[in-house]
């Protein structure tokens, strides 16, 4: 039985650097279907396409994530960049892009647009979904959405449930993962609650947010099985229902055979 499709990870990330092609490889046995590698800088997403040339169930994103937007004088060659590596047949979304308000040293809000707005217009170009990442700047997310409507999922979501229904109506997924079973979550668990099951994701933004009862720790993909049970919990529904929706909503959304 192989359930479990991550829609969000970085096996990228350093913190795999000792044992990235192991754990990938250990997926499979622990019930994982499917991994979508979000990159985040050109680098990161020449990564996320080398893994997804080397194992047949891992596909990437191609993207700059708001933490990551570059210097103005290397705009053009970044973003051309970006755009060659989406025309690889394993790109499946451009992503990881959006906002990111939290933290005061970030890059000036502007630019943060200028550069989600761009990627959306490429991503509409390319007929690719979008994979958004949005920390304290619902408000402008909503209306860049609004304003390109691109197809995709907000990832991570911690808005509120009236927030999801707005990105639902854009015919937009949410996409939940391990702080849906943290102990002090509260609006993920209305999400979760609320949304029909026909648009959520499930996703772990492994290395970080591992769910309960490993929180704080290293996550991997297998791990989602955590953070699904939790939502069968919350619904009422079983964990099996809650996975073969994630992973069938997935597929759905970026075009992969399920
Ligand atoms: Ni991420």
């Known amino acids: 039985m192989e359930y479990i499709f991550d829609s969000h990870a970085h096996y990228d990330d350093e913190a795999f650097d000792e044992d990235r092609f192991e754990i990938i490889e250990s997926l499979k046995e622990k019930g994982v279907c499917g991994v979508i590698n979000c990159g985040c800088t050109p680098e990161s997403t020449e990564t996320a396409l080398a893994l997804s040339e080397k194992f047949d169930f891992v596909y990437f994103a191609s993207g700059i994530h708001p933490e990551n937007i570059p210097a103005p004088e290397e705009d053009e060659k970044v973003f051309a960049k970006i755009k060659e590596l989406a025309k690889h047949k394993k790109c499946v979304a451009i992503g990881e892009i959006g906002l ?89 668990v209305r999400v979760a609650e609320g949304i029909p099951i026909d648009r959520l994701l499930l996703e772990t933004d492994c290395p970080y947010m591992a769910p309960v009862p490993f929180r704080g720790k290293r996550c991997d993909s297998s791990l989602i099985a955590f953070t699904a049970q939790k939502i069968a919990e919350i619904r009422g529904i079983t964990t099996d229902e809650v996975l073969r929706a994630g992973k069938i909503n997935a597929c759905t959304l970026f075009g992969i055979e399920a």
């Open 100 to 188: 990111d308000y939290h933290y005061e040293d970030g890059a000036p809000r502007e630019r943060q647009i200028e550069w989600f707005e761009k990627q959306l217009i490429l991503a509409n170009e390319l007929s690719l979904p979008v994979i958004v990442h949005d920390r304290d700047s619902h408000a402008d997310i909503l209306e860049l959405l609004k304003k390109q409507r691109p197809k995709g999922v907000v990832h991570c979501f911690s808005g509120s449930l009236e927030m999801a229904q707005e990105v639902l109506k854009l015919g937009m997924y949410i996409g939940l993962g391990g702080a849906v079973t943290f102990k002090n979550a509260k609006k993920p």
